[in-house]
T-cell receptor
């Protein structure tokens, strides 16, 4: 079945440091790929997405490129801020085993802490 | 603003109790989901519903059931709660699942089963 593997956390960075969170996936079809973010005490919210190979999703200074050849969707940001501290989830969307509605498969999440 | 509301933020129940977790969305979304979130395991899909009275099992449906009598409300039921069901439960909804999967999540219910 489909799966998503994220780099293990927690990740601790100083403000203005460069961020990379690795994400690789396994899927039988042609999935769409997503990054969701969960701030403390809140539900998840969509950060960015890419729906086909070589697409780049971007939002709030974060970027990720859909790499079909390496089955990866790594999240990057050039200069993190304290307010970026959160848990980040990589996810893919593909047809479920029932063949009906597409379902999201999530990675295990990566906790990011940014220190001032 | 779009809203997914879960009825309780924290819940403490005893083993064997029947537990109801309620979720309401105000966006007229067809699709609703229940996930559980556990450290190191990420989110795992329990059940989802793509229409009123319709439901499908997710990856870990054992020990759970769901009810969707109205479009806006999706309930998760633990028929006989057990300690291994202690977890954070997240409800989500989306308009369609044709590829633009911007799910809207509630803020979660932390359930403790003693």
């Amino acid at each position: 079945g489909d799966s998503v593997t994220q780099m293990e956390g927690p990740v601790t960075l100083s403000e203005e440091a460069f961020l990379t969170i690795n994400c690789t996936y396994t899927a039988t079809g042609y999935p769409s790929l997503f990054w969701y973010v969960q701030y403390p005490g809140e539900g998840l919210q969509l950060l960015l997405k890419a729906t086909k190979a070589d697409d780049k999703g971007s939002n709030k200074g974060f970027e990720a490129t859909y790499r079909k050849e390496t089955t990866s969707f790594h999240l990057e940001k050039g200069s993190v801020q304290v307010s970026d501290s959160a848990v980040y989830f990589c996810a893919l969307s593909d047809k479920g085993s029932s063949g009906s509605a597409r379902q999201l498969t999530f990675g295990s999440g990566t906790q990011l802490t940014v220190l001032p | 603003d779009v809203k997914v509301t879960q009825s309780s933020r924290y819940l403490v129940k005893r083993t064997g109790e029947k537990v109801f977790l309620e979720c309401v969305q105000d966006m007229d979304h067809e699709n609703m989901f229940w996930y559980r979130q556990d450290p190191g395991l990420g989110l795992r899909l329990i059940y989802f519903s793509y229409d009123v009275k319709m439901k499908e099992k997710g990856d870990i449906p054992e020990g759970y059931s769901v009810s969707r009598e109205k479009k806006e409300r999706f309930s998760l039921i633990l028929e006989s709660a057990s300690t291994n069901q202690t977890s954070m439960y997240l409800c989500a909804s989306v308009k369609d699942t044709g590829g633009d999967e911007k799910l809207f999540f509630g803020s979660g219910t932390q359930l403790s089963v003693l």
